[in-house]
Nanobody, 119 residues
Framework: QVQLVESGGGLVQPGGSLRLSCAASGRIISISAMGWYRQAPGKQRELVARISWGGSTNYADSVKGRFTISRDNAKNTVYLQMTSLKPEDTAVYYC?????????????WGQGTQVTVSS
């Protein structure tokens, strides 16, 4: 079993920055892709950014140029640096990871961290 614990959310003014962290722990064999998703009230959960074990990234169009995803494989941790935040970025942000054991891939979610962008 793998646990994902997010941190770094909070209240920030428009134009501000926040850095989210997500650490994986438990009986880890191999974490492959990791990512961040978000869900705003009344909306579906959507992909924000995703990163492979080798560092390849993809971003939602709405955050390109403002958000940067990175990871530390030695620490099984993924980060999301968010800059130029907008009120529409307000959402609960969820960490996601694929855990590989042999030919089996299991997907895990964190509990979520609230990001509120408001003046």
């Amino acid at each position: 079993q793998v646990q994902l614990v997010e941190s770094g959310g909070g209240l920030v003014q428009p134009g501000g920055s926040l850095r989210l962290s997500c650490a994986a722990s438990g009986r880890i064999i191999s974490i492959s892709a990791m990512g961040w998703y978000r869900q705003a009230p009344g909306k579906q959960r959507e992909l924000v950014a995703r990163i492979s074990w080798g560092g390849s990234t993809n971003y939602a169009d709405s955050v390109k140029g403002r958000f940067t995803i990175s990871r530390d494989n030695a620490k099984n941790t993924v980060y999301l640096q968010m800059t130029s935040l907008k009120p529409e970025d307000t959402a609960v942000y969820y960490c996601n990871a694929d855990h590989i054991v042999g030919y089996t891939r299991d997907n895990y979610w964190g509990q979520g961290t609230q990001v509120t962008v408001s003046s």
